[in-house]
C-alpha cells in the first residue's frame, strides 16, 4: 500500500515526456487536418439540429432568451426541407428515365 520511492518522479517526468512529445516537437498530419479542418456539425448529421433543440429547452426552462436559437433551428429547417426536396426531384427524374427507357424497350 505504499507508493515506491521512484513513483513520485517517475510519473511527473513521464507527463512531462509526453507533453513536450505531443505538444512541441510532433508534426501535424492528416489524421490533424481532418480531424481538425471541420466542424463536429459538420461531420455528425442531425447534431446541430438536436443541440439547438436541447439548448432552446434549457433556454426556456432558465427563462432565458432563445430567439437566435430558433432562428438558427428555422434555418437548418428550411435546409433539411430543401435537401429533401433535392433527392426527391432526383428520385422521380429517375424514375421516369427508367420508365421511358422501359417504354422505349417494349416499343
Do not use: W
Not at 512541441?24 to 433543440?53: A, H, P, W, Y
Not at 432552446?56 to 430567439?67: F, M, P, Q, S, V
Request: aromatic residues 8%; negative net charge.
Amino acid at each position: 500500500d505504499q507508493q515506491p520511492l521512484y513513483q513520485s518522479i517517475l510519473v511527473p517526468f513521464s507527463v512531462i515526456v509526453f507533453m513536450i512529445y505531443f505538444f512541441i516537437l510532433r508534426e501535424e498530419n492528416d489524421m490533424d487536418d481532418m480531424i481538425l479542418g471541420t466542424s463536429l456539425f459538420d461531420r455528425v448529421e442531425g447534431l446541430e439540429k438536436t443541440q439547438i433543440e436541447v439548448c432552446i429547452a434549457h433556454y426556456e426552462k432558465n427563462g432565458l432568451d432563445t430567439r437566435d436559437l430558433k432562428e438558427r433551428l428555422a434555418e437548418l429547417q428550411a435546409i433539411e426541407e430543401a435537401e429533401d426536396a433535392r433527392i426527391k426531384a432526383e428520385e422521380e427524374a429517375a424514375e421516369a428515365a427508367e420508365a421511358a427507357k422501359q417504354a422505349e424497350l417494349a416499343a
